[in-house]
């Protein structure tokens, strides 16, 4: 072999920044959903030490044939300083995953963990609407999921985390967007719960707990865990044991990555939300 | 598709900086040699404006799963600047198309230029050893073309180029390598030459020129023009035309990304020249 087809001197690039980088799904991922659309696009993953992150990415801000960039842990809310723009969800989370160039040449710079989650409901033809949902975890994914759904008109957000504190603050910025929602702390309840949603990391790898204690959750609770490894965590083996409705962190990336790339070659325009 | 397989977390990466980029060949060239050598690596192209240079490489060389570069136009001379340790081709002709880090994190620069000229002829069972080679052009490709032709130990190198001065200095520079070699300055002549090296843009993209003046070569003498584009340039076509043996560019380009990826796997450690 010569030459291979995927790469070429006209080839547009995207980047992940992260820390560690193996685990990241983006370069594979994204990448077949740019090539699907018709792009000479690649996501290639770059490994960058804290230390070197404002000035590597600033290098690769200048690169001009960079069209956009993904953050991933730990670099979520550091990014939000390098982007001119920022978008609706960026601005309620304080946090940036995906940055775009835009026509201008400014970098804007929005959140997608949380509208992966509504888009993978919407894609099972699930709503948020009127629902009351019960939310363990707020931390990165935690915050980007619940200011999403907070924009879903669910009836009731009951948040829980082992810190308190982040829940009652994301509790306060639960009603800033929506005071009609009734947001809550507390712990996790399966009583009154339309939907079940874990953004902790309570189950992932080789964690074997699960986020709740009960055995048994009611049949008509929809589960969604946002863990991607493994797939099937404890929580939504109960969930498919329970008779639930399971809802998968892959497909969050999923949505989350159609709405990336739309993103992308909106150059920043506005996700579609609706 | 869901996900393309030929890039992951774990891809290490290449790039070659340059400006503009789009015509470069290094991308489906040496990702194919580094894939074929059993790799999970790419090189991606960086378009990078002359004024981002320094600050955009300096946070590219801080990327800790990029493990090489390769420079062209306008960078060669540039990049000699941002190598910790210069190879010894490096060293004789002032520029550096290749870097890699080595085991102990520092930047070593090295170019093949002049090296994939010789492995061209190497392939070809063709040596330059006690041969007589006009050499036309003395620009950045000339030089390194000059320097690594005189260590395969020609009798003469006789050079030619529009800039007097440029090529005068090179003339030197072949005297202080090997001051054994018949070195000259002088307009490309035909008679008492067995090889016959271009190294100018005459005649390359839609260029008809050719850059000798005469409308036939003596059939003995071997002919080689760097240009790879047009592949067939109106040098080669008189040589073919002559009954001369040919070399093409992209010989020269072939041999030289495997001289470069040799240097990406052992790190920066030296290039086999034997």
Known sequence: MDEVKYVSGETRIFAIVGHPIEQVRS???????????GHNAILVPTDVLPEDFERTVAGLMRVQNLDGLIFTIPFKQAACALAGILGDQALKVGAVNAM???????????????IGCVEAFRNRSLTFEDRRVM???????????????????????????IDAKRATDLVEKIADIDPRIDASFGKPILENVDILLNASPVGMLSDPRAPIEAQQIPSDVV?????????????????????????????????QIKKIVDFFESRGGKADLA
């Open 135 to 161: 939310l363990i975890g707020a931390g990165g994914a935690g915050r980007a999921i619940a200011v999403a759904v907070a924009q879903q008109r669910p009836r009731a957000i009951k948040i829980f985390d």
């Open 223 to 255: 589960v969604f865990d946002a863990i991607v490894k493994p797939e099937l965590t404890t929580l939504l083996t109960i969930a498919q044991q329970s008779g639930c409705r399971t809802i998968f962190g892959r497909e969050m990336m999923r949505g």
């Open 27 to 37: 370069p594979e991922m994204i990448t077949a959903e740019l090539v699907r659309r």
């Open 100 to 114: 775009a160039r835009n026509r201008d040449g400014d970098w804007v710079g929005d959140i997608f963990d949380g």
